[in-house]
């Protein structure tokens, strides 16, 4: 069972920097952050793949926001920087892979956190 738990979240204005982390039980092929916001469908924003340390960003973010894990730890990291208030979402750490799916698809996904807000204020 790999459970999760997500920590990190906060408020910050604009320009600001977070960074979430995501303690995991299990080391799972493939570890990835996604985000909702009211009204508004989960989101995938990056993944990590186990062995190769791939990582793959929305385009939204690339060059913002950088995924990582330290095994030693148990714990996957989303260092968010320049953030910008239509980052602002509830933020979910997921684990698992389906044969065939996209990273950014939640389908793909088997376990999931229970979420931790981050909101931006311009």
């Known amino acids: 069972q790999v459970q999760l738990v997500e920590s990190g979240g906060g408020s910050v204005q604009a320009g600001g920097s977070l960074r979430l982390s995501c303690e995991y039980a299990?080391?799972?092929?493939?570890m990835g952050w996604f985000r909702q916001a009211p009204g508004k469908e989960r989101e995938g924003v990056a993944a990590?793949?186990?062995?190769?340390?791939?990582?793959v960003y929305a385009d939204s973010v690339k060059g913002r926001f950088a995924i990582s894990r330290d095994n030693a730890k148990n714990t996957l990291y989303l260092q968010m920087n320049s953030l910008k208030p239509e980052d602002s979402a509830m933020y979910y750490c997921?684990?698992?892979?389906?044969?065939?799916?996209?990273?950014?698809?939640?389908?793909?996904?088997?376990?999931w956190g229970q979420g931790t807000q981050v909101s931006i204020s311009s």
């Open positions: 997921a684990a698992g892979y389906r044969l065939g799916s996209v990273w950014k698809d939640p389908v793909g996904y088997n376990r």
């Open positions: 299990a080391v799972n092929f493939r």
């Open positions: 990590i793949y186990t062995g190769s340390n791939s990582t």
